[in-house]
């Protein structure tokens, strides 16, 4: 049973001050890794990712190649010192999963179809963990795709919605993901606003999904624009030198 904890101040306001529409603070830097094709820093309120991408390049062993396109392999990792109570190394259940759907997603919005038999490789690192770290990295996978040149359809952004108190709010923190009645994170092609994953965790009703998604959607966006501001710091910066 979830303790009695209160998620609202007197004044409406959330435990770290923001109103319910609002995202946490957010950092995005580009082309950290100079080993790597593409890379991206990512903080996330209290999250810290960071995202490589290597490729394309043949997929071996060969027999998981597909000769029509490439297959896009993310891998999502938990580092053992990025929660409070040390995580055992090495992928677990719930880093698979969260592989398997990232990869699916960004292999909606990859022009696969370019690059027959090849693999492209995302990894995915969580430095720091609060809440929402899928969100983050698939944010941050997604500016890693821009940055290495893989051609795209859009860049991928990532963001969730949630129900505390029996309000729906943006972005839930630590405490409202542990204490909260529901999550709802999402991913789409901004451009199109197609949905690439969705997952839910906890019980809505429809109007509180509808209002749910339609937030998420909201906050997409506004993550959306930092990471274009972000790239295009990065080439700018290029260009001035």
């Known amino acids: 049973m979830k303790p ?17 529409d609002e995202l946490r603070e957010i950092k995005i830097e580009v082309g950290v890794l100079h080993r790597a094709e593409g890379s991206c820093y990512l903080e996330w309120g209290g999250n810290k990712a960071i995202a490589a991408v290597y490729g394309p390049r043949e997929a071996i062993p060969r027999h998981t190649q597909n000769p029509l396109r490439a297959i896009i392999n993310a891998r999502y990792n938990m580092a053992a010192f990025s929660v409070e109570d040390r995580k055992r190394p090495g992928p677990d259940r719930r880093s698979r999963e969260i592989s398997k759907v990232i990869s699916e997603a960004l292999a909606k919005i990859v022009l696969t179809e370019r690059f027959p038999r090849a693999s492209i490789d995302v990894n995915i690192e969580i430095l720091e963990a609060e ?36 309000q729906v709010v943006l972005d839930l923190g630590k405490d409202e993901d542990n204490h909260g009645d529901a999550d709802l994170p999402i991913a789409i092609s901004p451009r ?3 949905i690439l994953l969705m997952q839910m965790d906890g019980h809505l009703t429809l109007d509180e999904f509808d209002t749910a998604l339609e937030l998420a959607m909201k906050g997409c966006h506004i993550v959306s624009d930092l990471q274009k501001k972000a790239i295009l710091k990065k080439y700018q910066n290029i260009e001035e030198v």
């Not at 997604?142 to 940055?147: K, M, Q």
């Open 192 to 194: 199109t606003n197609e």
């Open 4 to 20: 009695d904890i209160k998620l609202f101040d007197s004044d409406g306001k959330r435990l770290d001050g923001r109103k319910p």
């Open 131 to 166: 809440a929402g770290t899928r969100c983050a990295g698939l944010t941050a996978a997604g500016v890693a795709l821009a940055d290495a040149g893989i051609p795209i359809r859009d860049i991928p952004v990532a963001c969730a919605a949630g129900k505390i108190e029996n």
